[in-house]
């Protein structure tokens, strides 16, 4: 083998054996600030992964981002935002993990119904008894081409509770929710049913820190706390 050849092929197992040990080094300091935080802070961490600021790593938990460096020496809560171009480096990444939370919710557990060929997806939560959730679904029932996945949160009143669980075991749950949400039919009482998923929807809600209704997501991982106008629903089903 000449020198030429030689020198390539030491050069070539450097820079693999360098690749091999990177994440190697990232994962003992992932695992330290994982161990750290998870048993000073008793916070429950989802995932960890260095910046490319300032020696930042980025910490997801169940509720929100923060920020520390490899000996999690410090915990900073706040917003990360590049200044040259401007973006919210904070924003974009909770828009990231809400589209991939998005992906993975129990739409089963949703009353489903669609308008149009229902190519856009929206999740809402909502309670029978919210006067803001009546207002939306009138706003909903005008979109063109959408399929609305709602997951009913019983959070106002014992009747919320009553309701949900009728409109639920019903014989057609979009049919009974559609009579109250948009002509004031009340819900007939029936027999409650196994399926009944609130206490599993109530807990997703907590999650999501869903604090009140009506709770709008969309699959790109844009979200409204509260009531919004059909036209600004439009215009976030239009962004990519």
Known sequence: MNFMKKALLTLSLAASHAFLLAPAHA????????????SQFEMRIESIQKTTYAELYEVVTDETILYTDAKASFLMAGTLVETDP????????????????????PLDKAITWTKGAGTHKIVTFEDPNCTYCRRLYKELQALPDVTVYTFMLPILSADSRKKVSNIWCSENKYQTWNAWMSDSVVPADVKACD???TAELLA???KLEVRGTPVILF???????GYVPGETIKKALAEK
């Open 27 to 38: 994962d003992q300091a992932t695992d330290a600030i994982k161990q750290k935080l998870e």
């Open 86 to 105: 401007y973006k919210d480096v904070t924003a974009e990444r909770m828009k990231e993990i809400s589209a991939k939370t998005f992906a993975n919710l």
């Open 195 to 197: 399926d009944e998923p």
């Open 204 to 206: 997703l809600s907590r």
């Open 219 to 225: 699959a790109n991982g844009e979200r409204f706390n």
